[in-house]
């Protein structure tokens, strides 16, 4: 009679043991496969990120505008890994007629935006920020209405690296800058 761990075991319940044993490694091996294949896919999922030339935009969301609305705001961090300043200058989606950055600002308690006429700085070296409250992107026009969990694709043009197209993801009416923007805001 085989001895396991101390107690006297009849052959068939070692055998047993031992076939559940490996049927919980078998597991454990298919479930950490799974999770190995989860976290590689992980970085694309959430990282959220488009680059072109020296720049990297981050995290491009917007958010579910009620019905009737005719415009939707855009948010994003533009970082310049470059020793040259850039400008975007453009933007185009088909959710909307037209696109422009503003800027926000409140003068005497009322808030206003205006349109940056020659478009928004990325300094050399270092980001501008779009976030709700100071610059951001605004859709005007809008063909649709941008619905919570969609993602819809704009194109930004840049003075010197040129075009990229990024996707913006619709986030709740009226909702706050998701938590995966500060994972990565800087
Ligand atoms: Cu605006």
Redesign the pocket.
């Known amino acids: 009679m085989p001895v396991f761990n101390g107690v006297l075991l009849p052959a068939p319940s070692l055998a047993n043991s031992l076939k559940s044993g490996a049927s919980v490694l078998g597991r454990l091996g298919l479930l950490s496969a799974t999770f190995a294949v989860l976290l590689a896919g992980a970085p694309a999922a959430f990282a959220h990120e488009f680059k072109v030339g020296s720049l990297e935009i981050d995290h491009p969301w917007s958010r579910a505008t009620p019905p009737g609305a005719k415009?939707a705001?855009g948010y994003l961090t533009i970082k310049n890994s470059g020793g040259e300043a850039d400008r975007l200058v453009s933007i185009a989606s088909d959710v909307s007629q037209k696109a422009?950055v503003?800027e926000?600002s409140v003068k005497d308690g009322v808030m206003t935006?205006r349109k940056l006429d020659t478009g928004l700085d990325i300094p050399a070296n270092g980001k501008a920020e779009l976030a709700p409250g100071g610059y951001?992107l605004?859709f005007i026009g809008l063909n649709r209405q941008p619905k919570q969990g969609e993602k819809f694709a704009a194109t930004l043009t840049f003075e010197k690296a040129g075009p990229v197209t990024v996707e913006f993801n619709v986030e709740a009416v009226g909702g706050a800058a998701p938590k995966a923007h500060g994972d990565h805001a800087n």
């Open positions: 415009v705001g422009e503003h926000m935006m951001h605004m």
